[in-house]
């Protein structure tokens, strides 16, 4: 997009540079805008305490929540929250500087959490296990401290995808990332307003707001952990049998109980015929019995980028 002859971008081509950004701006409002209202996740008066890491996702997150709340038909209050854990060559000074650039308060958590991980895992072992649960503990702190009645992470689409398929292969669970859920203590909700928005654009809106990125120096490295094997494969799929990963991820909320076997879900043991059809009955004998399910055409049609 670049002139050859003058090395700038023509009239032309700032204008749709400018058309492409403003539409990228406005789908990921809409797709945030629709998770929070489909899982209620931020109410009147609430305080939402965005967990600010450095990286792109959270950045998109603040960025967008901003906007929203100046549009929103509610009132709520933001407060960004940092935890730095004392990484080696961590610039302390990055987040605060840009927070006062745009005005939101602030409150940054210094807890040397880089030196219990060093200590505790063998080196050459993956450090997020602990990393993550020693600083969602000092979060969950915090958030009590600061009065917040939410506590917004940045987990994009990808990451919630990526946690289904690893509490499966790894762990024997059908079990993901919900956008909304009850922390483990009992005393905070915690939402994840960018569930229904793909990494790739929390990439690209990065770009386009040149958001000051803090690499994560701990974990960074680390190659070969199963997190990066399943995105691998996921990045597989969509490139060789496009439409897989949507349908995947819609299937996370269209969940058919007596069709799986959680005894604890569907009572198989008391379960009687009851001499009436049964349309969600078993269709052993059906001529399809694999059809491939419809997508559902409005994730898909978000997805796609339409914004008609």
């Known amino acids: ?20 950004n403003n539409k990228l701006h406005k789908r990921l409002c809409r797709l945030v805008g629709q998770a929070i209202g489909d899982f209620n996740m ?3 008066g609430d305080k939402v305490m965005v967990c600010l890491s450095g990286g792109k996702d959270s950045y998109a997150l603040l960025d967008i929540l901003l906007t929203l709340r100046e549009r ?33 308060p602030f409150h940054i958590e210094n807890q040397d959490t880089y030196s219990i991980v060093k200590r505790v895992i063998p080196e050459g072992k993956t450090t997020c296990s602990l990393c993550s649960r020693l600083r969602r503990g000092i979060l969950y702190r915090v958030a009590g401290e600061l009065g917040a009645t939410k506590i917004a992470l940045g987990h994009h689409r990808d990451d919630i995808m990526e946690t289904f398929f690893l509490n499966m292969f790894f762990g024997s669970k059908l079990k ?40 994560c120096d701990l974990c960074g490295s680390q190659e070969n952990l199963q997190r990066k094997q ?9 490139k060789k049998h496009p ?24 009572n198989f043991a008391q379960l009687q015929a ?13 001529d399809e019995p694999c059809a ?14 339409d914004d008609d």
């Open 243 to 266: 439409g897989r990963v949507e349908n995947v991820f819609s299937a996370l909320s269209t969940i058919v109980p007596s069709h799986l076997m959680d005894r604890s879900l569907f």
């Open 230 to 238: 399943i995105k691998a494969m996921l990045r597989d799929w969509e």
């Open 42 to 44: 931020i109410e009147d």
């Open 292 to 305: 491939t399910p419809e997508p559902n055409t409005i994730r898909l049609h978000l997805a796609n980028g």
């Open 274 to 286: 009851g001499g009436t059809p049964d349309a969600g009955g078993d269709i052993a004998f059906d």
């Open 176 to 215: 993901g990332m919900p956008p909304k859920l009850q922390s483990d203590d009992g005393k905070h909700i915690v939402i994840r307003p960018l569930a229904y928005v793909r990494e790739a654009d929390t990439e690209r809106y990065a770009a386009l707001k040149q958001f000051p990125i803090i690499p």
């Open 72 to 104: 929103a038909p509610i009132s709520f209050d933001i407060v960004a929250v940092n935890l730095d854990q004392k990484q080696p060559n961590f610039p302390a000074d990055v987040l605060p500087a840009y927070l006062r650039s745009i005005d939101v």
């Open 1 to 20: 997009m670049i002139d050859a002859a003058t090395g700038t971008m023509t009239a032309r081509q700032l204008e749709k540079a400018a058309y492409e």
